[in-house]
C-alpha cells in the first residue's frame, strides 16, 4: 500500500514540473525588436544605450517592478508553484486519511500533511497579496 501512495505521489508531483518545463519551451526566442534599426548594424556609432536597444528582444520589460515587470513574473511563478505543490500536498493528505484503515498513527500523519497543506495554501495567498501590494506601492 506504502508503494502505492509513493508512485501516486511522484507521479502528482511529475504533472507541475513537466508544465513548466513545457512552458519555458514554448517561448519564442526571436530577434531584436530593433533589427532594422542602422544603429544595430555595428557599422555606426555603437554606444551604451544603443547597444543595450539593440540587444533587448521583443517581448521583454522596459522596468523590473511594474505591471509587466521582471520581478512580478517571477514571484507570481513561484508563488503559483508554491500553492500547486500545497494544493498536491492537500489531495496526498486527503488519500492516505482515506487509505489509513483506522490507524491511529496514519490517521494522525494525514492529519498532519492535511493541516500544513491548508496552512501553505493560505501563506501562499497571503505572500502573492503582499508582493502585488508592495509592488503596487512602490511603483507608480
Do not use: E, H
Not at 43 to 52: D, I, P, R, S, V
Amino acid at each position: 500500500m506504502k508503494n502505492i501512495l509513493k508512485k501516486a505521489a511522484r507521479s502528482l508531483m511529475l504533472v507541475p514540473a513537466m508544465a513548466l518545463a513545457l512552458s519555458f519551451a514554448a517561448v519564442p526566442f526571436g530577434g531584436s525588436a530593433y533589427a532594422a534599426d542602422p544603429t544595430c548594424d555595428g557599422t555606426t556609432g555603437l554606444n551604451a544605450t544603443t547597444g543595450a536597444k539593440c540587444a533587448k528582444g521583443t517581448g521583454t520589460s522596459d522596468n523590473l517592478f511594474g505591471q509587466g515587470g521582471i520581478f512580478r513574473t517571477i514571484t507570481n511563478v513561484l508563488l503559483f508553484l508554491i500553492g500547486a505543490v500545497a494544493v498536491i500536498m492537500l489531495i496526498i493528505g486527503g488519500i492516505r486519511y482515506t487509505i489509513s484503515g483506522g490507524d491511529s498513527t496514519a490517521v494522525t500523519a494525514a492529519k498532519n500533511t492535511i493541516l500544513y497543506s491548508i496552512v501553505g495554501i493560505i501563506v501562499a495567498l497571503l505572500a502573492y497579496a503582499i508582493v502585488n501590494f508592495v509592488l503596487d506601492s512602490f511603483t507608480v
